[in-house]
């Protein structure tokens, strides 16, 4: 799974994500630079980043099956969301 680099309104949004990830150490996301003029740099998942896509399908399909509970969920007293 490769992810090319969006438009440039969202592009430096998302680098700086990626490059935090990378810069972590955990090895879930490549980051490649391209030769190529203007520069260009792609995103893969790693071995490890692609064990990690089962268990997160698995938790989406869970959460689209449980939407309508999930929906109805109150928030905390103490949750900074509104």
């Not at 090319?4 to 980051?31: C, F, M, N, Y």
């Not at 995103?43 to 997160?56: C, E, H, K, R």
């Amino acid at each position: 799974m490769v992810i090319e680099e969006p438009e440039l309104s969202t592009l430096r949004h998302i680098r700086h994500h990626l490059d935090r990830t990378a810069q972590i150490g955990i090895g879930v996301i490549e980051r490649h630079t391209l030769d190529s003029v203007p520069p260009a740099v792609s995103y893969a998942l790693s071995p490890l980043g692609q064990l990690m896509v089962q268990p997160i399908e698995m938790i989406y399909d869970w959460a689209r099956q449980n939407s309508t509970a999930l929906d109805q969920l109150q928030a905390r007293s103490t949750s900074r969301r509104r």
